[in-house]
Antibody, heavy 120, light 107 residues
C-alpha cells in the first residue's frame, strides 16, 4: 500500500524558514515524479512544485518560485520542501503527492498533509 | 496560467441519482484534465485523468468526458460515500492549475 507521511509543519513568523519532509513507502520511490500541493484554509488546491524521479528537473508555481525549493533523497525515500521568506499567504495545509504511473503530471496518491501557519 | 472554472459550486443529490460537474479551461488543454475527490482531513483521490481514463480501483459509476476546454465528470447511481469535494486539474502545461471545487452533499 502506498503511504506518504508529511512532517515538519508548524507555526512560524513571517520572514522565517521551514523545511517539510515526506516519507514514502509502498512503491519504488526513485521511479516516480513527486509533487507538493497546498490548500489554504477554506480555499481550493494549489499546485506548487514537481520534481522528476531522479531530481533532474524541478518546476514551481510563480507564487513560490525563488523562495521554495523541492528536493528528494532517493536513498531515504524522502521528499522535501524547503520554504524561505515565508509570508502569511503561505499559511496552508501542505500535501506531498506521488506522480501517476501513466502520467506523472497527475497525482495518484496523497499524504494527509502538514499544517503550516505563518503569523506574527 | 490556465484558469479552470468549475461548476456548480454546490450540489445536493440523493443516493441512486446521477450528477454532473463541469470544468472549463481558459484555453485549449487538449485531453489533459484530471478529477479528484477530497474528503475532510484527507488528501485527495485521483478519479479520472486524460479527460476520460478511469484510475485503477475507481468504480465505473465515475466517468469523465470532454476535450479542448470543456469537460464533465459524471457520477451515476450515487452512493453515500460519494460525498465530498471534487476538483478538476489541468495537466497540460505548467503551472498545473485546479478548479475551485464542487461540494457534493448526499441527501
Amino acid at each position: 500500500e502506498v503511504q506518504l507521511v508529511e512532517s515538519g509543519g508548524g507555526l512560524v513568523k513571517p520572514g522565517s524558514s521551514l523545511k517539510l519532509s515526506c516519507v514514502a513507502s509502498g512503491f519504488t520511490f526513485s521511479s516516480y515524479g513527486m509533487h507538493w500541493i497546498r490548500q489554504a484554509p477554506k480555499k481550493g488546491l494549489e499546485w506548487i512544485a514537481l520534481i522528476y524521479h531522479d531530481g533532474s528537473n524541478k518546476y514551481y508555481a510563480d507564487s513560490v518560485k525563488g523562495r521554495f525549493t523541492i528536493s528528494r533523497d532517493n536513498s531515504k525515500n524522502t521528499l522535501y520542501l524547503e520554504m524561505n521568506s515565508l509570508r502569511s499567504e503561505d499559511t496552508a495545509m501542505y500535501y506531498c503527492a506521488k506522480g501517476a504511473t501513466r502520467d506523472f503530471y497527475v497525482m495518484d496518491a496523497w499524504g494527509q498533509g502538514a499544517s503550516v501557519t505563518v503569523s506574527s | 496560467d490556465v484558469q479552470m472554472t468549475q461548476s456548480p459550486y454546490n450540489l445536493v443529490a440523493s443516493p441512486g441519482e446521477s450528477v454532473s460537474i463541469n470544468c472549463k479551461a481558459s484555453k485549449n488543454i487538449n485531453k489533459y484534465l484530471a478529477w479528484y475527490q477530497q474528503k475532510p482531513g484527507k488528501g485527495s483521490k485521483l478519479l479520472i485523468y486524460d479527460g476520460s481514463t478511469l484510475q485503477s480501483g475507481i468504480p465505473s459509476r465515475f466517468s469523465g468526458s470532454g476535450s479542448g476546454s470543456d469537460f464533465t465528470l459524471t457520477i451515476r447511481s450515487l452512493e453515500p460515500e460519494d460525498f465530498g469535494l471534487y476538483y478538476c486539474q489541468q495537466h497540460n502545461e505548467f503551472p498545473f492549475t485546479f478548479g475551485s471545487g464542487t461540494k457534493l452533499e448526499i441527501k
